[in-house]
């Protein structure tokens, strides 16, 4: 099967930097866009970043300027460099990623168990 671990998460002050990492394992054939999402306590799970299997990028408005999301796609992997950060960034991070599968060729929509980002002083 194939699953998605997020990593590096943690705490951090405000104006601090944390970069996550989201690994893919498993029986992969190949691996589409991949994106960073985040949930606050009592608020619906929103987009961060979304990068495409060439490339291309976008941000949420909040985050633009502050985060960067690339992909190592020898690894399999996928970052988010996130700098200035602030109280209003914590949340659970999660990782998204669709992938087909070498054993069916079917592509689907693959979820991490998410880390937590906590913003204070």
């Known amino acids: 099967q194939v699953q998605l671990v997020e990593s590096g998460g943690g705490l951090v002050q405000p104006g601090g930097s944390l970069r996550l990492s989201c690994a893919a394992s498993?029986?992969?054939?190949?691996?589409?866009?991949m994106g960073w999402y985040r949930q606050a306590p009592g608020q619906q799970r929103e987009l961060v970043a979304r990068i495409t299997s060439g490339g291309s990028t976008n941000y949420a408005d909040s985050v633009k300027g502050r985060f960067t999301i690339s992909r190592d796609n020898t690894k399999n992997t996928m970052y988010l460099q996130m700098n200035s950060l602030k109280p209003e960034d914590t949340a659970v991070y999660y990782c998204?990623?669709?992938?087909?599968?070498?054993?069916?060729?079917?592509?689907?929509?693959?979820w991490g168990q998410g880390t937590q980002v906590t913003v204070s002083s």
């Open positions: 998204n990623a669709g992938i087909s599968d070498y054993r069916t060729y079917r592509t689907s929509d693959y």
């Open positions: 498993g029986t992969i054939f190949g691996i589409y866009a």
